[in-house]
């Protein structure tokens, strides 16, 4: 379902009366790669978010159950084939999840192409059952184009009834917003957490399911932009809400290629103003706008 760098000037003095400040090239493109590091974060959290949605509409992909007859689902937005109000009979199964030309599944994002959702057992029943969520090439999520896998591994529900999973991001790309390939070669230790806000969660009625948050931690995360790499961890868990665009807790911190150290507090954006804080400065992040 985007994080940034401060912007470092170099002054050179030429007397006590003049002085012209110059601006470090590479200090400049650190700071555009990790505003498409934010991007990919942003756009990873809104593909993730709207394929989760879909999953959770149908009790009988994920905890076994038969849908309820009063819940009305729209198969519009997205077409989904096979049926996913049919029983299942064999694992592991796929599902398809059509946007077409473009449609709005929450009312508020467009999507647009196919996801493919392959189950190979309930989601969230056996601890190691596997959803791998495989966005088409030509899916797009407002105006961003997603491409590759998530794979989301159910290790348990925990004593809050908060479900848990391993995640791997590994090979996910996006196509950033000056046309590069922003791509996670590879993340290690990676957990989400489904939280349970309310404490309401009824695996038969998915819209007890819309006011959970996610939280995120990975103990590494290489990004790869136009073969320059950039290794982040998160200090504290990467806390989503689903009305916001962007994280609204979290800390990131790592280096770039050249060893040069980077952070983004996403806490910040707390009240979901787009407001972040990268190595100090606060910055709007216009994609959380």
């Known amino acids: 379902m985007r994080i940034f760098i401060s912007l470092l000037l170099l002054t050179s003095f030429f007397s006590c009366s003049d002085r012209i400040n110059i601006e470090d090239p590479e200090v400049n493109q650190n700071i555009d790669n990790t505003k498409l590091i934010a991007e990919h974060i942003v756009t990873t959290k809104a593909g993730l978010q709207i394929v989760l949605a879909e999953i959770f509409k149908y009790p009988n992909l994920h905890s076994g159950l038969k849908s309820e007859s009063d819940i009305i689902f729209r198969n519009d937005c997205p077409c989904i084939s096979p049926d996913p109000t049919l029983p299942i009979t064999s694992y592991p199964i796929s599902y398809d999840l059509n946007f077409g030309t473009g449609c709005m599944p929450d009312g508020v994002t467009e999507v647009k192409g196919k996801v493919r959702v392959t189950l190979d057992g309930l989601l969230c029943v056996s601890e190691g059952t596997t959803a791998n969520i495989d ?114 807790g979290g800390i990131l911190t790592g280096t770039d290629s050249m060893g040069n150290p980077i952070s983004i507090d996403f806490s910040a954006n707390s009240a979901c103003d787009g407001t972040v804080i990268i190595n100090n400065t606060t910055q709007t992040l216009n994609a959380c706008l």
């Open 135 to 248: 966005f088409f090439n030509n899916f797009n999520i407002d105006g961003v184009d997603l491409d590759n896998e998530i794979d989301l591994t159910f290790i348990t529900e925990d004593s809050n009834g908060n479900l848990c999973f391993e995640s791997n991001l590994s090979d996910l790309t996006i196509e950033g917003s000056n046309g590069s390939t922003i791509e996670v070669k590879s993340t290690t230790e990676g957990k989400l957490t489904l939280v349970d806000a309310l404490a309401n969660n009824d695996p038969s009625s998915f819209q007890t399911y819309l006011d959970d948050y996610t939280c995120q931690s990975y103990a590494s995360m290489d990004v790869c932009i136009d073969n320059v790499d950039y290794v982040l961890t998160s200090d504290t868990d990467l806390k989503t809400n689903p009305l916001c665009a962007c994280p609204v």
